[in-house]
């Protein structure tokens, strides 16, 4: 029996090993940036910067007057040559700007975030969201609803996607600002603890950690298990408690930051710096395998020639990791804030195309590796006749779309696909999560 | 700059995939069975080659059948029609007549399989279907070939002559010296080992339950089939046939409750698919199989306890689902 923090999950090869020994690099400066305007969740930023306008790196150039949003930054010197729209690594078409860059940038200095109002407006200012993939604006989660008191703060270094190592690298060459991040999120919402957690495949990142650790941050390493590092999994992993179903996690007086999050904020808090780079692994058949520094902005098309070039069997190209992430049709769309890889997956590791499927032959498979305990079968089962009540009275909504059904499942069905049918249809009809 | 799209798949999420298929799985199970099949070919001979190419060829030919005239399309490569082949040859005994397997084979695709939609949507497992079929049709002429035990009330052979008699089972025998009180002093002890490694009465999957349990133990290890079946059923065979008195290691021998508690009663299709509703289910058909035995008119009921079980596993599906993450039970 492996070991486990939590129930179900599955243990897929890591193929973290191409680039886990790789430093962070800066991949080139493009002479053209497209900065989408909507790089998170929640009300798209307006822009605040006219075409033709000289930009300073750093410098606010989209924002709106919403709760829950982030405003845009330009990551480099230069003028805006476009107003315009982008297609998205997500599929969407979304209001962009295009930045032509000095041929000189300085990539150490940056407009700074001002230093007005307290330290969530700052954090806000910056545009900081939450770079594991999930994209919530960050001040958000800094101001729990009333009547919920944070206790504990904990940041993700799990990583427990294969393929990607960018959190990995952060965590080993940059461990003392994981720990600020840490002790800044601790003081922001005035919590007791502060648990930084890793997965046990990273013993590097985690001697680092502690050898840089202050202030009573804890590090703690978990087993290796997908998808040891999605919220709930995680809060249980360390805490013993589960969301209660239809909550927060905030509920449980748990605050779950993603470790280059954390470190965004320490690094608005103490050098007013706002959110313009982040580290994306670059992985899989490329050419040069490896993590870079790249501007937001930033073409993945760029980028994957900076990596030395798709191989020409290449069949999937995801951005993110290859159990959550999205498959990209086209490669002319920009790094985002929450693009924490871009995997590109030869024939052979590939998933099958859908159209391979054949019927359920009721191994339970998917029961049992489901981290929620749902029946995902059913659900799918009942999203296939268009049962939406019947799907959705059996937890569809507690999904937590992590795939693992879908990975496991030895007749390839689109079980994630279904239940997903099933949670909009619930949400549709109003039944409440 | 830009690719063609036609390159790569835009699928949805996950974009990797486990190792396990549908053919995948059906090979393992079929290599777990092998050396209990080829160890009943050598101990058997030519009888035992003819009831296995007479059910794997009459399955294959049935799905194949069925899927023309259908205009499905062709379901041999998923493999599961050859091992509802072989499972239904390893519930035969080798002088069955050629055409009795063969019926057996059809019965077992067709009524077992076919008819309810195909792979994943039958209620009963088709070997056992097939099994059900061809004992309840010819029992005469499949019992005259393995035991007489069904019949045992018609006449008992004197103590001392049970080897004599040509293709009683071990179960039989024992099933008459029970019904005598234990007069003619079988001694169940005495049977361990024949029915471990070499057992020549009664179907080709009896003949060794070592190797049974050795390609089960393989299907657990390698997370094919999910040990809380064997040893529900196994366990409750032992305890219940101690708890009425009988030898248990001799009862869990003997029978094929090892074909049945590792091959037959873990099929997917027929089988629960949550984890506890599996050990209830291994449990349900140990009960059954013991009571069967004790109790019933013949002690050969290893195909009916599964069957029955089978009937009741979407009950026992329903009955152990399991608790949602973050809700309380009972919400």
């Keep these: ?433 | 700059m830009s690719e063609p799209l036609s390159k790569r798949i835009v699928g949805p999420a996950p974009h990797i995939h486990a190792k396990d298929s549908c053919s995948g799985i059906m090979l393992w199970v079929l290599g777990a069975l092998a050396p209990a099949a080829l160890w009943a070919v050598v101990s058997m001979g030519a009888p035992a080659i003819i009831t296995l190419v007479a059910c794997i060829a009459s399955a294959l030919a049935a799905e194949a059948a069925w899927n023309a005239i259908a205009r499905k399309p062709q379901t041999l490569m998923d493999g599961s029609a050859l091992l509802t082949g072989l499972l239904l040859a390893m519930c035969m005994p080798p002088r069955t007549p050629w055409w009795i397997s063969v019926a057996g084979g059809l019965v077992a695709i067709v009524l077992g399989k076919m008819v309810f939609g195909g792979l994943g949507w039958n209620l009963f497992n088709p070997a056992l279907v097939g099994r059900a079929f061809v004992t309840l049709s010819w029992a005469g002429v499949i019992s005259a070939q393995t035991n007489f035990g069904w019949f045992r009330a018609l006449s008992l052979p004197a103590a001392g002559e049970y080897d004599a008699i040509s293709g009683a089972t071990r179960l039989a025998l024992a099933a008459a010296d029970r019904a005598a009180s234990g007069a003619y002093g079988y001694d169940l002890a005495a049977q361990y080992q024949p029915l471990l490694f070499r057992n020549l009465e009664g179907s080709l999957g009896e003949v060794s339950a070592a190797l049974l349990i050795l390609g089960g133990l393989v299907l657990i290890a390698r997370g094919i089939i999910d040990w809380r079946i064997p040893v529900g059923y196994i366990g409750t065979m032992g305890l219940l046939s101690w708890a009425f008195g009988s030898d248990p290691i001799f009862n869990v021998l003997a029978g094929g409750v090892m074909l049945g508690a590792f091959f037959m009663a873990t099929d997917y299709v027929t089988s629960p698919m949550n984890k506890n509703a599996r050990l209830v289910f291994g449990v349900g058909c140990g009960v059954f199989n013991v009571v069967g035995r004790f109790f019933g008119s013949m002690p050969e009921v290893t195909t009916y306890a599964i069957l029955f079980m089978n009937g009741l596993a979407p009950l026992v599906d329903r009955l152990f689902r399991p608790r949602t993450f973050g809700w309380v039970k009972g919400e």
């Design chain 1, 1 to 433: 029996m492996e070991r486990r923090a939590f129930r179900g999950g599955v243990h897929p090869p890591g193929h973290k090993e191409a680039t886990a020994g790789s430093p962070v690099a800066w991949a080139p400066v493009p002479s053209r940036l497209v900065v989408p305007l909507s790089q998170h969740l929640g009300a798209p930023c307006v822009a605040t910067v006219a075409e033709g306008d000289r930009v300073e790196r750093g410098q606010v150039i989209g924002d709106v007057d919403a709760m829950v949003s982030a405003p845009v930054h330009s990551p480099v010197a230069g003028t805006v040559a476009e107003i315009g729209r982008t297609l998205t690594a997500g599929g969407t078409v979304v209001g962009a700007i295009v930045i032509d860059a000095d041929e000189q940038q300085d990539l150490d200095g940056f407009v700074i975030v001002p230093d007005e109002g307290d330290g969530k407006a700052r954090v806000r200012a910056a545009g900081v969201v939450g770079m594991g993939g999930a994209t919530f604006p960050s001040v958000v989660k800094l101001n729990p609803p009333k009547g919920m008191e944070i206790k504990t703060v904990i940041l993700n270094g799990c990583e427990c996607e294969p393929f990607l190592t960018c959190d990995h690298r952060l965590m080993l060459e940059q461990p003392e600002r994981v720990v600020a991040g840490a002790v800044h999120i601790r003081s922001l919402v005035g919590a007791g603890r502060a648990i930084i957690a890793l997965e046990e495949n990273k013993p590097d990142a985690a001697a680092a950690l502690r050898a840089a650790t202050r202030d009573g941050v804890e590090i703690v390493e978990l087993p290796v298990r997908y998808p040891q590092g999605a919220e709930k999994q995680l809060i249980y992993a360390l805490l013993k408690t589960e969301v209660p179903h239809g909550k927060l996690p905030a509920a449980t007086g748990a605050l779950v930051h993603n470790v280059a999050t954390a470190v965004a904020i320490a690094d608005v808090l103490e050098y007013g710096k706002p959110l313009t780079e982040r580290i994306v692994t670059v992985t899989g058949a490329v050419g040069r395998p490896g993590n870079y520094r790249v501007l937001l902005g930033t073409l993945v098309s760029e980028l994957i020639e900076a990596a030395g070039g798709l191989s020409d069997d290449v069949e999937r190209v995801i951005s993110g990791g290859p159990m959550t992430g999205m498959a990209l049709g086209s490669l002319d769309v920009p790094v985002t804030k929450g693009m924490s890889g871009i995997v590109a997956l030869p024939k052979g590791l590939a998933a099958p195309a859908l159209s391979d499927d054949q019927p359920c032959m009721r191994c339970g498979r998917c029961p049992e590796s489901c981290p929620m305990s749902l029946e995902p079968y059913a659900i799918a089962n009942y999203a296939h006749l268009a049962m939406w009540d019947a799907a959705a009275s059996r937890n569809a909504l507690d999904c937590i779309e992590c795939g693992v059904c879908s990975y496991v499942c030895p007749t390839n069905r689109p079980l994630l696909q279904l239940v997903r049918q099933a949670k909009s249809a619930a949400m549709a009809k109003g039944v409440k999560a």
